[in-house]
């Protein structure tokens, strides 16, 4: 059994299934930092990690200019043209 922990505040828990994982990722990985502080810190790991499992992969990073505002157009179409995956993260 997986559990999923959600950080939005769900006063009532909402049920999600997961997608089957086939454990393979083809193509280039793109990180987006959305830039809030600390999010970097936690990149940088997941960075490291994805590039011990996916030795073969490119990885990409990517900042949005501020947390407070959706990403630019020009900055989602890049990250769209670039990348098969893409992880959004962030950290407080």
Do not use: H, W
């Not at 059994?1 to 990722?25: C, H, K, S, W, Y």
């Not at 996916?54 to 043209?81: G, V, W």
């Amino acid at each position: 059994m997986t559990t999923i922990l959600d950080p939005t505040d769900e006063r009532v828990p909402v049920a999600r299934q997961i997608t089957p994982r086939t454990g393979t990722i083809e193509g280039v990985i793109g990180l987006l930092d959305i830039s809030k502080p600390r999010g970097n810190v936690l990149l940088d790991e997941l960075e490291r990690l994805l590039a011990d499992r996916f030795p073969d992969n490119e990885i990409r990073r990517y900042a949005k200019p501020t947390f407070t505002k959706p990403c630019p157009s020009d900055l989602r179409l890049k990250i769209k043209s670039e990348c098969s995956v893409l992880v959004e993260a962030l950290a407080d």
